[in-house]
């Protein structure tokens, strides 16, 4: 069973920059998507972006450009590179982790940015 570990949330101003990384228990490799996802109050959880084994990236419409996600199959994590940080990107941010056989959720790590 695959664990997720999240880290690099926290508090910025907008414009600002953070960089969020998740860590897997297992071997990247055997993972077929990780991704991040995200929910602030009131609303649903959202896509931010995801990345496939074979590196191949997607993004919520209200990060591209802004966000790039990458991946270190050597060190089994996943890094979310959030610049031009606006308001409206406040939210807890959740790591996923996609097998053939599961779906894993990170604990979350809370990202506020303030005007």
């Known amino acids: 069973q695959v664990q997720l570990v999240e880290s690099g949330g926290g508090l910025v101003q907008a414009g600002g920059s953070l960089r969020l990384s998740c860590a897997a228990s297992?071997?990247?490799?055997?993972?077929?998507?990780m991704g991040w996802y995200r929910q602030a109050p009131g609303k649903q959880r959202e896509l931010v972006a995801r990345?496939?084994?074979?590196?191949?990236?997607n993004y919520g419409d209200s990060v591209k450009g802004r966000f790039t996600i990458s991946r270190d199959n050597a060190k089994n994590t996943v890094y979310l590179q959030m610049n031009s940080l606006k308001p409206e990107d406040t939210a807890v941010y959740y790591c996923?982790?996609?097998?053939?056989?599961?779906?894993?959720w990170g604990q979350g790590t809370q990202v506020t940015v303030s005007s």
């Open positions: 996923n982790a996609v097998t053939i056989t599961q779906v894993t």
């Open positions: 297992r071997s990247a490799f055997s993972i077929n998507v």
């Open positions: 990345i496939t084994s074979g590196g191949t990236t």
